[in-house]
């Protein structure tokens, strides 16, 4: 499942996929791409929950992949 959010929601549309996704989904996380500040992660939802970074107001596009 890949999905995308408005840039002002990905923040929180990241806090509501670690509430609500299994430990062991597959999360991934590819923000504001082509820019100089590109960030991809991917890792379990675990993970994710101590990870701690947030992907701020940018475009972000979202990929889960149940197990």
Same mark, same amino acid.
Do not use: C, M
């Given at each position: 499942?890949?999905?995308? !959010?408005?840039?002002?929601?990905?923040? =929180?549309?990241? $806090? =509501?996929?670690?509430?609500?996704?299994?430990d062991d989904t597959l &999360? $991934? @996380? =590819?923000?504001? &791409?082509? $820019?100089?500040? !590109?960030?991809?992660?991917?890792? !379990? @939802?675990?993970?994710?929950?101590?990870?701690?970074?947030?992907?701020?107001? @940018?475009? @972000?596009?979202?990929?889960?992949? =149940?197990?």
């Open positions: 499942q890949q999905f995308i !959010e408005t840039p002002y929601r990905s923040d =929180a549309t990241l $806090s =509501a996929l670690l509430l609500t996704l299994r &999360l $991934s @996380v =590819a923000a504001d &791409l082509t $820019s100089e500040n !590109e960030f991809i992660h991917t890792s !379990e @939802v675990k993970q994710w929950r101590s990870f701690g970074k947030k992907p701020g107001k @940018v475009p @972000v596009v979202f990929s889960l992949l =149940a197990r």
